[in-house]
């Protein structure tokens, strides 16, 4: 069993920061990118930013200049969100391309959603 294990969520002012967590647990051989989606309501899931192995990342348009992306050499994946908006608001999805065993191709597996919420 896969499991990416996500943290941080919350509720926050606008201008404000939080930080996203996302550790990967279980049987696991390999780990190629990890990366955030976010899902509003009505909208569909969008990409966040996105992390590979090397460490190369790129990120939503919306995003970029207040996020960044991040990954310790345990796989465990962070988001930084900084100037915070009210249409940041949604349910952000942790997710991962890996392998359980040596020999299986690779899938993309995903956490259970940690909700952002922007307001005052």
């Known amino acids: 069993q896969v499991h990416l294990v996500e943290s941080g969520g919350g509720l926050v002012q606008p201008g404000g920061s939080l930080r996203l967590s996302c550790a990967p647990s279980g049987r696991i051989f390999s780990i190629n990118d990890m990366g955030w989606h976010r899902q509003a309501p009505g909208k569909q899931r969008e990409l966040v930013a996105r992390?590979?192995?090397?460490?190369?990342t790129n990120y939503g348009d919306s995003v970029k200049g207040r996020f960044t992306i991040s990954r310790d050499n345990a796989n465990t994946v962070y988001l930084q969100m900084n100037s915070l908006k009210p249409e940041d608001t949604a349910v952000y999805y942790c997710n991962a391309d890996l392998s359980p065993l040596r020999g299986l191709p690779t899938r993309n597996f995903w956490g259970q959603g940690t909700q952002v919420t922007v307001s005052q």
């Open positions: 992390i590979s192995s090397d460490r190369s």
